[in-house]
């Protein structure tokens, strides 16, 4: 999670299960930075307007440390998502929750998610389990996913073109 390209682009692969998979990453040159732990990630926003725009505000708590990072609207791809992103991190996440009350917003999602973070010199790995199912998020250079994919014989059959927020939203109101 450190200082990105004003660009993200990234593909998550549903997965059945995470077993095996950091041996899978190891095995192509990963290494794990960061062990599965808790992440909690809390979406603002200001009478829907980012919403609308297809634009997410959150604020992120991972590894003891906080982030505040935007996200704008999809720029359209088949299999990857890709969508301008900045992102800080947070000295004093409660005080920002603060100064983003004082200016309007309201969190409008919380969400809590295991993840394990890992990096390799041209991509980061996240493995995700969440109370929706296991996931493998691949960030970098579209050569470099397209690459991984292959090497880890996971196919566009296990792309998961739904954000976290929208898989979220769909659990809770089917649970």
Not at 46 to 69: F, N, P, V
Request: with cysteine; net charge negative; charged share 25%.
């Amino acid at each position: 999670m450190e200082h990105r390209n004003s660009v993200e682009t990234e593909v998550k692969l549903r997965l059945s299960s995470l077993e095996g998979c950091q041996a899978g990453l190891e095995a192509l040159g990963f290494r794990l930075t960061v062990p599965a732990q808790a992440e909690v990630s809390t979406l603002w926003d200001h009478h829907e307007q980012l919403l609308e725009q297809g634009s997410a505000l959150r604020l992120r708590r991972y590894a003891g440390k906080a982030w505040l990072t935007w996200k704008g609207p999809r720029i359209p791809d088949a299999l990857l998502k890709i969508r301008p992103e900045l992102e800080t991190e947070v000295a004093n996440a409660e005080a920002l929750e603060g100064i983003l009350r004082a200016l309007g917003f309201v969190p409008v999602m919380c969400m809590t998610k295991t993840r394990a973070l890992m990096f390799r010199e041209d991509l980061v790995a996240c493995l995700d389990d969440t109370p929706f199912g296991c996931f493998l998020e691949l960030e970098g250079e579209p050569p470099a996913i397209h690459a991984a994919m292959e090497a880890l014989h996971l196919g566009p059959e296990c792309v998961e073109p739904r954000s976290y927020s929208t898989l979220f939203r769909e659990h809770e109101l089917g649970s």
